[in-house]
């Protein structure tokens, strides 16, 4: 079955280091790659998404993340940790034509000053 | 533009009651979705409606049903709550199901 995996429930870095959330999925079809962020009580928020052409993908507040077909995964990095980054991340993927979104079980992520 | 709303914000049910959880989007989106988010699960997709008139299942469909009868409204309906329902619903839209889906600030709702 096709499924999307998160690494780490939850990560804690300081503020001004790198941040890399992990996200994996299973299948022999590459899928089209979302990020999605979830601040306190509220919804999602897209980050980023990859669906064909560059493989490293930029998105908003400075995050970016890179598909690799040969390792199925598509972690999500930040070169230095913002306050403001504390929040929840999910990966999710979309598979060929009449699937959904499948999501990640989410990562928490703490920034410590 | 609101984007997506849902209404309730929260809501606390007896179980056994009927619950109709409410979703209108002004983005003439073609497709429609409801999740629900539970810690440690992510978001699972209860049903979701790819136009105005047609409807399908998720991952987790029992207990709920859905509507789509235009597309700007997509509610979603307990017939008879239970405790297990207890759970944060979000509601979400898309071009199509291959686009990037933009979501409601979501209803937590809690069965007893």
């Known amino acids: 079955a096709q499924s999307v995996t998160q690494l780490g429930s939850h990560v804690s870095v300081s503020e001004g280091a790198l941040v890399l959330l992990r996200c994996n999925y299973s299948?022999?079809?590459?899928?089209?790659l979302f990020w999605y962020v979830q601040y306190p009580n509220q919804g999602l928020q897209l980050l980023l998404k990859?669906?064909?052409?560059?493989?490293l993908v930029k998105g908003i507040n400075g995050f970016e993340a890179e598909f690799k077909k040969s390792e199925t995964s598509f972690h999500l990095t930040k070169p230095s940790a913002h306050m403001s980054d504390a929040a929840e991340y999910f990966c999710?993927?979309?598979?060929?034509?009449?699937?959904?979104?499948?999501f990640g079980e989410g990562t928490q992520l703490t920034v410590n000053p | 533009i609101a984007g997506i709303t849902q209404a309730p914000t929260s809501q606390i049910l007896a179980a056994g009651r009927r619950m109709t959880l409410r979703c209108t989007q002004d983005?003439?989106?073609?497709?429609m979705y409801w999740y629900r988010q539970d810690l440690g699960l992510g978001l699972r997709l209860i049903h979701y409606?790819?136009?105005?008139?047609?409807?399908g299942k998720g991952e987790v469909p029992d207990g709920y049903s859905v509507s789509r009868a235009n597309t700007d409204d997509f509610p979603l309906t307990l017939a008879s709550a239970v405790p297990s329902q207890t759970s944060v619903y979000f509601c979400?839209?898309?071009?199509?199901?291959?686009?990037?889906?933009?979501f409601g600030p979501g209803t937590r709702l809690t069965v007893l």
């Open positions: 999710a993927a979309s598979w060929t034509s009449g699937s959904r979104l499948t």
């Open positions: 299948s022999s079809v590459p899928p089209y």
């Open positions: 409606s790819n136009t105005a008139g047609t409807t």
């Open positions: 990859y669906t064909t052409g560059a493989t």
């Open positions: 979400a839209s898309s071009d199509s199901h291959l686009d990037t889906q933009y």
């Open positions: 983005m003439r989106h073609n497709a």
